[in-house]
DNA sequence: AGCGGTCTTGCAAACGTTTGCAATTATTAT
DNA sequence: ATAATAATTGCAAACGTTTGCAAGACCGCT
């Protein structure tokens, strides 16, 4: 790389006649600086355009004002929106935000922690839908700063954790099908490696057993969060011999399989065929009939797992602080009594508890 | 941050019984290494579990292996497909990848671009819808490698851009919905301040004037690439005492906002409104009726990017290299011979030049 | 005027790496 | 065998910053 070479602190040092560790002080805010020397500092940084090497800095020991951010999948619009409200939250905190995606790939994951924490970050994000792993044992053991974030609530007991009642959310869901007189609901499933995907379809059984409907493990269809999957399920639900008068998918995307699926085989939403969602992405809003969803505090889980990060740099020593965000069932559209039902059922009795 | 001391290029020295230097040469790579040395090396790095710093390599003049990405949004899924098909074209290459988004603060581009640049990365990759800045007259001076990447086609002539037919890909359009009978076509602008939202406008009055039709002012009705904004623009539109039998939408989120108006009035589309998007992401295949528009090849450009920045690296003085990419009409089942129409309008005539 | 203390300030070391240079050793050609 | 050449290696300097330490300047007090 050719061209002039960039404006070190000992260039603006020469510039305003002091000396360099006085530059760095002025610049790191540093209490006791002569107000005129702080000044003549400020006026050289502007007239050289000098910004800080944060390579020099981390490595120097100070902070490098930069938090990582570990990601599995941008693709989908549950990560993107969590990113991005990170992203705003982290720029009003004047720290700017590296991003790694894995891809899928979990052997990656480690890689990229450790590549991120030799140096070049000052905390760690990780928004990745698995359970404990070891290396978050051996960041914890280094002190290192760090928050997960998650979709599901049990995780290890020492790190600090930003989830959501996702589970009750499902559970919101199936009362409000049960409730609308569904008794056959065909569930489609995350991708069963996430524990909010096995989160979700305990909360499906245990709604079901709550109000004494019976289980049929015919209705219950593997999934994976992805749309192709869940057209797949769809077809082999409706193709029961008595099929479901509802489908729960485990997030939105796979809901809106169960729109093209019923579509394309002339069935109406919701006269014919039920379909509730989880996640409420921004799309499902706008979808013929609304998509009836599960809400996920989207915004409200980036700035939480920001504050938290925040807090614990500060104090790496404080002991690990778990927010668990609420979950909202959004009843919009696409949800309505069944069709050959000549009543809404009224659960008679109260559940045997939830 | 308190833990067990990070291992150094030093204890790996030690270790192996080498000089820290040989261990440093065997880790990138130099080709004068006595393999015996070498292989001790690599089992010390190994038994110690050592990866290296990456502030320190870079400060020391190396190679960061990391390249930096700016965006102004990541919330769309335009972006979002860019972003991931760089992302693992650059895990491809071995570079890591640092992330940043402006949320479409234009200052803060060059305080990124800044940021990033000084040390922290190898190279640059823009993915910035707007014109040409005094930065990157300043990375072009400093011979800093980079890449823009944008869906129009004028630039400046030095930066190594990766573009889209994306001009002609809306004069397609155009063409299309003109040979199926179409005198009257509404159109939704993109934000005025983007560049590819201009030069769609421009198709959109070129395809006009080729074909001998009347440019009606109150068929254009100015949006913002969102859907709130198509969605009134839309409302306008059919509001207008001689309704557009056909709306063109300069993307696809304001295709869909076209889609609900007309749904929300009872009129069928393709039936009784045409509608035409841009971009052709995901969800446009999955919508009822499927969405025709324009395909950007969006993982291509990722992949083209990311070589031509390759490039770049390898050799920082080579000619600026402009890769165009081809735009593809995407015909699905939104857009139909208009109902008032007899017979489908055939141009007799050729066009008067495109 | 002299004293203890608090502000300011600069020097130098350190962070972990790469790399030019020079020294040493191995290899080849004569 | 000898000179020239090439391969291999280590030392030390450099990258741009932060920060402990110590010295000088300044303050209020007696």
Redesign the interface.
Known sequence: ????R?VTIKDVAREAGVSYSTVSRVLNGYPHIHPDKRRRVLEAVDRLGY??????R??AGGH?QVIGLIVHD??NPYT??V??SI??AL?HAEY??????T?GHHHKEAVYV??LT???VDGLMMLIPLGPTPYLQQLH?????YVIICDHQQYDDFSPTVSTTSRQGAYDVMRYLIALGHRRIGFITGRPDFISAAERLEAYKAALAAYGLPLDPALIYTGDYQ?RAAYTATTALLDLPQPPTAIFAANDLSA?AVY?VA?SRGLRVPDDLSVAGFDDVP?SA?M?PALTTVRQPLLAMGEAATRLLMDTIAD?NRPAERIVLPTELIIRESCQPPAHSERPFKPSAQPKGE
């Open positions: 790389m050719i061209g002039p960039p910004s800080v090497n944060l390579q020099a981390s490595l490098s941008l693709g993107a929106q990113v991005q992203d705003e720029a700017e935000l590296v991003l790694h995606t891809h450790d590549i030799r140096g070049m053991e280094r002190r290192f700063p749309y809106f093209d579509r799309q706008y013929h790496p």
